[in-house]
């Protein structure tokens, strides 16, 4: 055979096992497809190789046995295991008020972990779009050893997610141990526990809520996995919310039925902290001494949560990373109940469906799609009576201190495909900024290509990220709320400080092994980890051996995440004073 076949044959056989392996395909499949590529060289000679008809159709059966293996081997749907020990031991059973739950203890045995825990009955049938339900009690001793299914989203192939990971965090791993797909569910209110291992009393909790847009996004994601939190006395757990159509559509025939519409997601929430206040005891945490913490998506759930009468009681600090709605017109992730009303009107239509019960009717797969129509938090006049800038100024809120801050490269993965250069940088700050487009073009004024990059890329984190913090902080420092307030600018070899960077140093989550991450990297993670685990702890986040962190009062001082670690001077002062005269934000 000619050296043509050769190249031709090891390029699509090495393309062919790079699918598998990024597919996540199963074993079953690599046998079948090492043996077809093993004896395609044969047939090719043999009984392929005399016509070259023959030859095309040789290669094409076999890319179409590829196909067929691709498909025969698809890795299947498998729940996330709750421990990291290879065959993890089961903890005792503790008594919730539902019944009676087993978990399973870590590799190191030094934190036990309860998953896939009920917290509400399934939202499902005619519980879709309803306040969420206490579960049914149960019989026996619940085993908790794997995540509950995340809460219904569209999906992509698993090829997609392994290049996410090449592309996006560097840090994908060839294995043989993850040839599988997460479960993704309508029944998905469950809650996640992590707590130091042993009996254990009066420990302060940590409550995460994950991001996502509130369309995607799950609560076993390592990054964000408390086992480190509860190595240092802090019980911490998470849980499960409805996403997109399904956590937050709007209708007038709902409002009119239930008194609220548009918040399902965060109702789900506030059920979760009910369970934690109920709960948590038998866990060894203190429900009277709980932060809730939340990143992007989530973080704007705690926002919301800090100024709903429905929340209040339920925890007494937060911590809000990359995100809030405080400001007077908030960027993303919120709207107004008319404008809730009106999009779901749109939806129903879009189905023919003349009521919610015909909507209650369809699939769950079929509604999916409706993700990015429906994912805002939606001023409804019961979870939220007003907007939290106006509660706020009310002097609503919930929280006696808070944590919160931004991240230096915020818009990194939001303007991946819209870079700026000379050509366009004008036009996209008139077009997002209208009247006061010259005022901020003269605070940046870009005269290169790499400007314009550079200053579109810091404006555009500044406006949908960073500006918020700024007036959630000056309204909490207005009613003598103690504000600690960070920038993390820490680079590193995975996302550096781009949005939810900051996520895998505040929980402790950086691998030992990895060379993605330096010592230093470590050393910033243990620092975070600390002022996050003190905060849970007493509301101060400043402890022994640590740098100062001090109070944002004046709402021009930062504390720095970086290379660098203290306190700074706010750096966008400039460009926030235009925002708050084209906003009109007072105190």
Same mark, same amino acid.
């Given at each position: 055979?000619?050296?043509?076949?050769?190249?031709?044959?090891?390029?699509? #056989?090495?393309l062919?096992?790079?699918?598998?392996?990024?597919?996540?395909?199963?074993?079953?499949?690599w046998?079948?497809?090492?043996?077809?590529?093993?004896?395609f060289?044969?047939?090719?000679? %043999?009984?392929?190789?005399?016509?070259?008809?023959?030859?095309?159709i040789?290669?094409?059966l076999? !890319?179409?046995?590829?196909? +067929?293996?691709?498909?025969?081997?698809?890795?299947p749907?498998?729940?996330?295991p709750?421990? *990291?020990?290879s065959?993890?031991?089961?903890?005792?059973?503790?008594?919730?008020?539902?019944?009676?739950?087993?978990?399973v203890?870590?590799? *190191?045995k030094s934190?036990?972990?309860y998953? &896939?825990?009920?917290?509400?009955?399934?939202p499902?049938?005619?519980?879709?779009?309803? +306040?969420?339900?206490?579960?049914?009690p149960?019989?026996?001793?619940?085993?908790c050893a794997s995540?509950a299914p995340?809460?219904?989203?569209t999906?992509?192939?698993p090829?997609?997610d392994?290049?996410?990971?090449?592309?996006?965090? %560097?840090?994908?791993?060839?294995?043989?141990?993850?040839?599988?797909?997460p479960?993704?569910s309508?029944?998905?209110?469950? !809650?996640?526990?992590w707590?130091?291992?042993?009996?254990?009393?009066g420990?302060?909790?940590?409550?995460?809520? %994950?991001?996502?847009?509130?369309q995607?996004?799950?609560p076993?994601?390592?990054?964000?996995?408390?086992a480190?939190f509860?190595r240092?006395g802090v019980?911490t757990v998470?849980?499960?919310?409805?996403?997109?159509?399904?956590?937050?559509?709007? *209708?007038e025939?709902?409002?009119?039925?239930?008194g609220?519409? &548009?918040?399902y &997601?965060l109702?789900?929430?506030?059920?979760?902290?009910?369970w934690?206040?109920d709960?948590?005891?038998?866990?060894?945490?203190?429900?009277?001494?709980? #932060?809730?913490? &939340?990143?992007?998506?989530?973080?704007?759930?705690?926002?919301?949560?800090?100024v709903?009468?429905?929340?209040n009681?339920?925890?007494?600090?937060?911590?809000?990373?990359? /995100?809030?709605v405080?400001?007077?017109?908030?960027p993303?992730?919120?709207?107004?109940?008319?404008?809730?009303?009106?999009?779901?009107? /749109?939806?129903?239509a879009?189905?023919?469906c003349?009521?919610v019960?015909?909507l209650?009717?369809? *699939?769950?797969s079929?509604?999916v799609?409706e993700?990015? /129509?429906q %994912?805002?938090?939606t001023?409804?006049?019961?979870?939220?009576?007003?907007?939290?800038?106006?509660?706020?100024k009310?002097?609503?809120?919930? @929280?006696e201190?808070?944590?919160h801050?931004?991240?230096l490269e915020?818009?990194?993965?939001?303007?991946i495909?819209?870079?700026?250069?000379?050509?366009?940088y004008?036009?996209? !700050?008139?077009?997002?900024f209208? =009247?006061?487009?010259?005022?901020?073009? +003269?605070?940046?004024?870009?005269?290169?290509?790499?400007?314009a990059?550079?200053?579109?890329?810091e404006?555009?984190?500044a406006?949908?990220?960073?500006?918020?913090?700024?007036?959630?902080?000056?309204?909490?420092? @207005?009613?003598?709320?103690?504000?600690y307030?960070?920038?993390?600018s820490?680079?590193n070899?995975?996302?550096g400080?781009?949005h939810?960077?900051?996520?895998?140093?505040?929980?402790?989550r950086?691998?030992?092994?990895s060379k993605?991450y330096s010592?230093?990297d470590r050393?910033?993670?243990?620092?975070?980890?600390?002022?996050?685990t003190?905060?849970?702890?007493?509301?101060?986040?400043?402890?022994?051996g640590?740098?100062?962190?001090e109070?944002n009062t004046?709402? #021009?001082?930062?504390?720095?995440?970086?290379d660098?670690?203290?306190m700074? =001077?706010?750096p966008?002062?400039k460009l926030?004073?235009?925002?708050?005269?084209?906003?009109?934000?007072?105190?």
């Amino acid at each position: 055979m000619k050296i043509a076949f050769w190249i031709f044959y090891g390029i699509l #056989t090495t393309l062919f096992a790079a699918v598998l392996e990024l597919n996540h395909n199963t074993m079953l499949g690599w046998l079948i497809f090492l043996f077809v590529a093993a004896v395609f060289p044969f047939f090719f000679k %043999h009984v392929f190789s005399k016509m070259w008809v023959l030859k095309l159709i040789a290669w094409v059966l076999y !890319i179409a046995l590829f196909f +067929a293996v691709l498909i025969i081997s698809w890795p299947p749907v498998k729940a996330i295991p709750a421990s *990291d020990a290879s065959k993890p031991v089961a903890t005792e059973a503790i008594r919730t008020q539902f019944g009676k739950v087993s978990g399973v203890y870590t590799a *190191d045995k030094s934190v036990e972990v309860y998953a &896939g825990i009920p917290y509400a009955k399934p939202p499902v049938g005619d519980l879709r779009w309803k +306040a969420p339900q206490d579960p049914e009690p149960w019989e026996g001793v619940l085993e908790c050893a794997s995540f509950a299914p995340m809460s219904m989203q569209t999906t992509n192939l698993p090829i997609y997610d392994s290049l996410v990971r090449i592309i996006g965090y %560097h840090d994908y791993k060839i294995s043989l141990k993850d040839n599988f797909i997460p479960p993704v569910s309508e029944d998905s209110l469950y !809650i996640n526990v992590w707590k130091p291992a042993g009996k254990q009393s009066g420990l302060p909790v940590l409550v995460y809520i %994950h991001g996502g847009s509130l369309q995607t996004g799950q609560p076993w994601y390592k990054d964000y996995n408390g086992a480190t939190f509860a190595r240092n006395g802090v019980v911490t757990v998470n849980m499960g919310y409805r996403l997109g159509v399904f956590g937050f559509y709007a *209708d007038e025939q709902l409002l009119k039925e239930e008194g609220t519409t &548009g918040n399902y &997601g965060l109702l789900d929430q506030i059920k979760a902290l009910q369970w934690v206040r109920d709960n948590i005891a038998a866990f060894g945490g203190d429900p009277d001494n709980v #932060t809730i913490v &939340g990143e992007s998506a989530g973080s704007v759930c705690v926002d919301a949560l800090c100024v709903s009468p429905l929340a209040n009681g339920l925890f007494r600090r937060a911590i809000l990373e990359s /995100s809030t709605v405080s400001s007077v017109n908030p960027p993303h992730s919120y709207r107004t109940l008319e404008s809730a009303l009106k999009s779901g009107s /749109s939806m129903k239509a879009r189905y023919n469906c003349s009521s919610v019960e015909d909507l209650r009717k369809l *699939d769950a797969s079929t509604l999916v799609g409706e993700l990015s /129509s429906q %994912h805002h938090i939606t001023i409804d006049g019961y979870v939220l009576p007003a907007s939290p800038y106006e509660l706020r100024k009310q002097g609503v809120h919930n @929280e006696e201190a808070l944590l919160h801050g931004f991240n230096l490269e915020e818009s990194g993965p939001f303007i991946i495909f819209g870079k700026a250069n000379l050509k366009n940088y004008e036009s996209k !700050i008139r077009a997002y900024f209208k =009247d006061v487009a010259d005022d901020v073009l +003269a605070v940046y004024p870009a005269s290169t290509n790499a400007e314009a990059d550079r200053y579109w890329a810091e404006v555009y984190g500044a406006v949908f990220f960073n500006y918020p913090h700024y007036c959630l902080n000056r309204l909490a420092a @207005e009613e003598g709320i103690p504000t600690y307030e960070y920038l993390f600018s820490k680079d590193n070899r995975s996302l550096g400080s781009w949005h939810s960077g900051e996520l895998i140093y505040a929980f402790g989550r950086i691998p030992e092994k990895s060379k993605l991450y330096s010592d230093a990297d470590r050393s910033l993670s243990s620092l975070m980890n600390s002022y996050w685990t003190n905060f849970a702890k007493t509301g101060n986040p400043n402890g022994d051996g640590l740098p100062v962190f001090e109070q944002n009062t004046s709402s #021009t001082r930062l504390m720095e995440f970086g290379d660098n670690i203290g306190m700074i =001077d706010e750096p966008y002062l400039k460009l926030y004073e235009i925002m708050d005269r084209w906003q009109g934000f007072t105190l």
